[in-house]
């Protein structure tokens, strides 16, 4: 009953709405036109959830750089009405408060497009619960949770993340502006705010992991890069697992960045020094119901990965897909390590982009080529995908460092998620 009111909520926020989508769109190609009243008659006539989620995949992507997109989006996000644990708008391990009325579903008999009026008003954000492992040490008080120290152990445990899905943008992490101090940080409605951390033990850790339904699926494995700290790390993670509708479990592997822009030097060597315990993580996870493991790093979380990867095989088949996104790793030193690793019976894809500034400085400093970044031609090599994503800007008007490309765009995410989701 849930699905099908869910599917009705969506029917309505949007073909009720179809008229504005035109508006906005204004004097749009023929092409574009027919391409809209397509999906709405395939909308109309959906078969189930899963038609309808497919649709909207599609709806988005013909959508992307128009006026409409933002209101397709906010229509989406409005229309989520998932009590108990759901996978709302494609978010693993989501935990979604049901409408504070029932006024809102007693409207689906009549099939008005006020249910998604009624919806809006009640909306709730959705927490995100996500797996992590951390080699950094344990805050002894503040809201830090974990420090920017390495430990000499792994500490393991659940941080719940809420996304306000009212606000939320594809490829954003809602937060405050650093010059803005007017209202509250924390702020759920306006914000992606980390709550509660939990700690558990290893053997606990895995329990719980293992208990999850959507565990079998599969895990996605993410280590971040340079300049992170414990709680942006944590954020980052849960806007993947509500943006990539991955079916499956993000899972975070945290390495103790100092989280500050001179702390460069520092994160190098922290980098190396945790590959030994990312190794151990990554093989305390080859026992379990999962029936694959991928494995996403972002710029220096690079390092950490190829060198656990190549310092040891991994233990059996469940390695699917490698993403090096954004990789600073010297090139040379990327193609001594890969064909110790290339055989493990996994794919491996590289994100590199022309327009990376990070990686510009990062090659002028260590006065070495990076495997994430254009000069010329993109780095290749056998056994490994290279997508160029130079056509990806995520600066604004022209400003910014280009770096984090992979997690602010739907077409990288959307390519990333068939990656991962339908293992191509």
Same mark, same amino acid.
């Not at 260590?366 to 490994?384: C, K, N, Q, S, Y």
């Given at each position: ?35 809209? @009243? ?14 309808? @989620? ?48 029932? #006024?809102? @579903? ?16 009640? #909306? ?221 019976? @996994? ?20 006065? #070495? ?56």
């Amino acid at each position: 009953m849930n699905n099908d009111l869910q599917q009705l909520a969506l029917l309505d926020a949007l073909i009720g709405n179809w008229d504005s989508i035109h508006i906005r769109l204004g004097d749009s190609s023929a092409a574009l036109q027919a391409s809209l @009243a397509a999906l709405a008659g395939r909308l109309a006539t959906a078969a189930n959830g899963d038609e309808v @989620a497919l649709i909207l995949d599609e709806l988005l992507d013909l959508l992307e750089g128009t006026p409409a997109y933002a209101f397709v989006r906010e229509l989406i996000a409005r229309s989520q009405l998932a009590p108990g644990r759901t996978r709302a708008l494609g978010s693993a391990g989501a935990v979604c408060a049901p409408p504070a009325s029932a #006024a809102a @579903a007693a409207l689906a008999g009549d099939g008005s497009a006020r249910l998604a009026t009624a919806i809006a008003a009640v #909306a709730e954000p959705c927490t995100i619960e996500i797996h992590f492992a951390t080699n950094r040490q344990l805050a002894s008080a503040g809201e830090e949770r974990f420090t920017a120290d390495p430990a000499g152990e792994l500490a393991y445990g659940l941080a719940r993340v809420t996304i306000p899905i009212d606000r939320h943008r594809l490829g954003h992490v809602e937060q405050r502006a650093w010059w803005n101090r007017i209202g509250d940080p924390k702020d759920k409605r306006r914000y992606v705010v980390l709550g509660e951390v939990e700690a558990l033990s290893g053997n606990a850790f895995l329990s719980r992991l293992e208990a999850e339904p959507e565990a079998a699926n599969g895990l996605l494995l993410f280590t971040h890069g340079y300049n992170v700290s414990f709680e942006e790390a944590a954020r980052r993670a849960a806007q993947l697992a509500f943006d990539l509708r991955f079916r499956g479990r993000v899972v975070l592997f945290s390495w103790p960045s100092c989280g500050s822009l001179l702390g460069y030097g520092a994160d190098e060597e922290r980098a190396l020094l945790s590959a030994h315990a990312f190794r151990g993580f990554l093989g305390s996870l080859a026992d379990g119901p999962w029936s694959q493991v991928h494995l996403l790093a972002h710029s220096m979380g690079n390092r950490v990965l190829l060198h656990a990867l190549a310092g040891d095989a991994w233990p059996n088949r469940k390695l699917a897909q490698v993403l090096f996104v954004a990789a600073d790793i010297q090139v040379d030193l990327f193609r001594q390590q890969f064909p110790r690793i290339r055989d493990a019976g @996994a794919n491996y894809t590289s994100y590199a982009s022309q327009r990376d500034r990070a990686l510009f400085f990062s090659a002028l400093l260590h006065r #070495a080529e990076r495997v994430g970044a254009i000069d010329g031609t993109p780095f290749t090599t056998d056994g490994l995908e290279t997508i160029d994503a130079t056509a990806v800007d995520t600066s604004v008007l022209g400003l910014g460092l280009g770096h984090g490309y992979f997690a602010d765009r739907r077409s990288l995410l959307t390519d990333i998620g068939v990656l991962v989701g339908a293992g191509l």
